[in-house]
């Protein structure tokens, strides 16, 4: 059991991997309220990384009714980070009305722990290049996406080994040698202990990126005047645009 409150139980099996690979963690609801009742699971982390779950459930929760469903994070979200196995999930849960989507309840932090909680420390994989390394703050570079909102975004893994939220910001950004003011990193703070794959933007498409050149400034989330560190400026070569 998870959770217990405001006439809500939720319980959990043991997360395991489908035939694609996705981590999946099966829940049951029990719903004792008067409304019927949906889920949606919110800033979710498994062993550490920020990762995009999807909250599927088989029906929604009739009033004094039970149902099940999975919190599945897909295959292409753990390799971002190398993730292989599960210790510990992390999540918000809102669960809503299902007409109006009113909030019946909102937890903020759900913890979930498997057998090798404890002994399991997440290494980031997944690829990259190291660009920082001190002052407890790790930017890996994670490659280039192509978007089709934001066009093309460079990626970065940031680990937060500080005891502090932190918040990223790029500068002294460049595109193909030429200065670009219009940047900015899809970055809402990393927790204390957190890494999160974060993508670099720019308002406008491009129509190619072969070489960027950035510097990143790290502060305290909430306090941009608390510069825990500033980088030096990285030069990437991502050979194109096209890329997928």
């Known amino acids: 059991m998870i959770y217990d409150e405001n006439n809500i139980k939720v319980s959990v099996s043991e997360a395991s991997l ?5 981590i999946v963690i099966p829940l049951h609801i029990e719903n004792n309220t008067d409304e019927k009742m949906g889920l949606i699971a919110e800033n979710c982390y498994i062993n550490g ?38 210790a ?3 999540c918000g849960l809102r669960f809503y009305e299902d007409k109006t989507y009113d909030d019946i309840a909102v937890v903020d932090n759900i913890s979930i722990k498997t057998d090798i909680s404890g002994s399991y ?21 994670k490659g280039i996406v192509k978007n089709s909102v934001m066009g093309l975004t460079p990626r970065f893994c940031v680990v937060n080994d500080t005891e502090q939220d932190i918040d990223v910001r790029c500068r ?73």
Do not use: H, W
């Open 18 to 22: 489908d035939a694609e690979q996705n």
């Open 49 to 86: 990384c920020k990762v995009e779950a999807n909250s599927l459930f088989f029906d929604k929760a009739e009033p004094g009714g039970e149902t099940d469903g999975l919190l599945v994070v897909s295959k292409q979200e753990c390799d971002g980070y190398g993730i292989d196995r599960v």
């Open 172 to 244: 002294n950004v460049k595109v193909n040698g030429k200065e670009c003011k219009t940047a900015n990193i899809s970055c809402e703070g990393i927790p204390a202990g957190k890494s999160e794959n974060v993508k670099m933007y720019f308002l406008g498409k491009n129509a190619g990126i072969n070489e960027l050149s950035v510097s990143f400034r790290v502060f305290q989330k909430d306090n941009d005047s608390k510069v825990i560190c500033k980088t030096d400026d990285f030069v990437i070569g991502y050979g194109g645009a096209d890329k997928k």
């Open 121 to 141: 420390e997440q290494e980031i994989g997944g690829g990259g290049i190291v660009l920082y390394d001190d002052k407890g703050v790790k930017i890996i570079e």
């Open 88 to 90: 510990d999930v992390e």
